[in-house]
């Protein structure tokens, strides 16, 4: 089935009410949509496809939480595993461990710097962000014919709700 022909189904079916100055009629226009267009079927398929889809994304989503806690765990496992080696090395006084397959050598790290409390941090180590209260500009310019130059007025669009029978 066509999308585009069902358009021009519903268009030419408009046309025609409009004609008939029933325009306003809107059990006329669903029941001729029904018997003279593939509309409500186009309808009927997309639907199917959306319920598809959604069900696809709930199982791809549980498989993604799946895979997300399993890379954890490996993640987690070596780490375990370098901190072993790591324990073995240094029980035994080695700083380099030759073996056939890798060589492994333990170096010093140099200490990290870590802040304890944003709060006491000094003004001169401080960045402020800056970012638009978009609360206030909102209330301000909402109902404002006259829009200043850094603001726009995007459409609105058009949303669909769906209530399954």
Not at 66 to 94: F, H, P, S, V, Y
Request: hydrophobic residues 40%; charged residues 35%.
């Amino acid at each position: 089935m066509r999308h585009d022909l069902t358009m021009m189904q519903i268009s030419a079916v408009r046309t025609m009410l409009a004609d008939m100055a029933a325009d306003d009629d809107e059990r006329l226009l669903l029941d001729t949509l029904d018997g003279e267009t593939d509309a409500f079927e186009l309808v009927r398929r997309l639907l199917d496809g959306i319920e598809r889809d959604e069900g696809d994304a709930e199982v791809l989503a549980d498989q993604i939480a799946q895979r997300e806690a399993r890379m954890r765990r490996c993640k987690e496992r070596n780490t375990g595993r370098r901190e072993a080696i790591m324990a073995l090395m240094q029980c035994a006084g080695l700083k380099k461990l030759p073996l056939p397959e890798a060589t492994l050598t333990l170096r010093d790290l140099k200490p990290k710097l870590a802040i304890v409390s944003d709060d006491a941090v000094p003004e001169q180590y401080q960045v402020v962000k800056r970012s638009p209260d978009k609360k206030a500009i909102y209330a301000a310019f909402e109902a404002a014919d006259n829009l200043p130059n850094w603001l726009t007025r995007m459409d609105a669009g058009t949303s669909l709700t769906i209530r399954r029978a």
